[in-house]
């Protein structure tokens, strides 16, 4: 069986809610970021990760969708086949994983980006990111208009990417999501789907 190690609130939300969207039976393990138990699995400390029966052990949120994708095609959440449509599922995971989530870093961990110790320095990054994930969503939100899901052939492993991102944001950006509509619509559509909420659940439960 597929097991998913994920950590609440983390980008490994995609792979789980994708793998509940599937359907196929699979194992989810919760465990804690830079944790010994997932040194182990991956020794970045980071999740999701994800080990297959043979004990193949994949990591990167953008490589476990990308395969998890091609490994069920009949749940049609692969974006298609064809050469441009391929093209536009690297060019979301790409969007998603080096510009998106990248912005969320300085906010979540603002030590990490300033070698002032003062409480102003450590303000000043976050406010700067906070700008970036302006920029970064301002992208989101106009590719959006007119859509209902990200990619023009439907709901895919890149709407499931985007979803952990844009709680963040709901979280973090002043005013949440109140001035990307668009965005809050695709939020709102994939916070009401059941296979989301049982994900969202059994995180909570966890």
Not at 17 to 46: F, Q
Not at 91 to 116: E, G, K, V
């Amino acid at each position: 069986m597929t097991t998913l190690f994920y950590s609440p609130g983390a980008c490994s939300l995609a792979p789980h809610i994708v793998l509940e969207w599937i359907g196929a039976p699979y194992e989810a393990v919760r465990v804690k970021t830079g944790s010994d138990e997932l040194r182990a699995i991956n020794p970045s400390g980071a999740v999701p990760a994800l080990r297959e029966d043979d004990g193949w052990i994949l990591t990167q949120a953008s490589a476990i969708l990308d395969y998890l994708a091609h490994k069920h095609p009949e749940a049609g959440l692969g974006g298609g086949d064809g050469l441009r449509e391929r093209a536009e599922v690297e060019r979301w995971l790409a969007y998603f994983t080096s510009d998106m989530h990248a912005s969320f870093w300085p906010i979540f961990n603002p030590a990490r980006y300033t070698l002032d110790p003062a409480d102003g320095a450590k303000e000043a990054v976050v406010g700067a990111a906070v700008n970036r994930v302006r920029t970064v969503m301002g992208i989101l939100e106009a590719h959006l208009a007119g859509r209902e899901w990200i990619l023009d052939t439907g709901r895919s492993v890149i709407d499931a990417y985007a979803f952990p991102m844009l709680r963040w944001a709901k979280a973090k950006l002043p005013g949440g999501l109140t001035d990307f509509p668009n965005i809050r619509a695709l939020s709102d559509r994939l916070a009401a789907d059941p296979a989301v909420q049982r994900v969202l659940e059994r995180e909570r439960a966890g």
